[in-house]
Nanobody, 120 residues
Framework: QVQLVESGGGLVQAGGSLRLSCAAS???????????FRWYRQAPGQERELVAG???????NYGDSVKGRFTVSRDNAKNTVSLQMNSLKPDDTAIYYC???????????WGQGTQVTVSS
């Protein structure tokens, strides 16, 4: 089992920034850790969408709506991933979820989500 705990959500004005973090823990992370991390988000009445992903070697990908504004990074030693969100827009308002797969398990794990609200 892997536990994912997100933090860093909150309320911010349009144009502002927030940094989300997600920490993975679990005995199966030893010794190889997390294969990939992804951030998803879900706004009310909408489907969950991919925001960003990062592999263990640092290869990243982003959803079209956040390219150039969001940056994903990770610390392999700590099994953590971060999402730096700049130039936030009201459309970025959603619950943000951390998602990951460990090298030693085929399962995909989800965090509980953290709310991000961007006011206009």
């Amino acid at each position: 089992q892997v536990q994912l705990v997100e933090s860093g959500g909150g309320l911010v004005q349009a144009g502002g920034s927030l940094r989300l973090s997600c920490a993975a823990s679990g005995t199966i992370l030893t010794p190889n850790g997390i294969s990939w991390f992804r951030w998803y988000r879900q706004a009310p009445g909408q489907e969950r969408e991919l925001v960003a992903g990062i592999t263990s070697i640092g290869t990243t990908n982003y959803g079209d709506s956040v390219k150039g504004r969001f940056t994903v990074s990770r610390d392999n030693a700590k099994n953590t991933v971060s999402l730096q969100m700049n130039s936030l827009k009201p459309d970025d308002t959603a619950i943000y979820y951390c998602n990951a797969q460990a090298y030693s398990s085929p399962n995909i794990y989800w965090g509980q989500g953290t709310q991000v609200t961007v006011s206009s």
